[in-house]
């Protein structure tokens, strides 16, 4: 992985018990996230440019800390000329 996923930001832009807004960018070996208008991350990867399928998860819950419920919706996907 060449570059840094994460940004400077101390903290990421989420609100909690509201809807975020999540955009991803890939081009290429290029992935670029932002979250409520804050960019993330920015890095280029080799593994991921290859094709395939993507996939929505959640990262970093404490062990006996759930349960959590996540939800997904008004999710585009489309493909950047």
Do not use: C, Y
Request: aromatic share 10%.
């Amino acid at each position: 992985m060449v570059g840094s996923p994460r940004n400077n930001q101390s903290r990421t832009p989420n609100k909690n018990n509201s809807w975020n807004r999540f955009v991803v960018r890939a081009v290429g070996d290029r992935i670029q996230t932002w979250v409520n208008g804050t960019k993330i991350a920015d890095f280029s990867d080799a593994e991921s440019s290859k094709k395939g399928f993507f996939g929505l998860q959640v990262h970093g819950i404490a062990k006996g800390s759930g349960p959590f419920e996540v939800r997904w919706k008004d999710i585009r996907v489309r493909e950047l000329k």
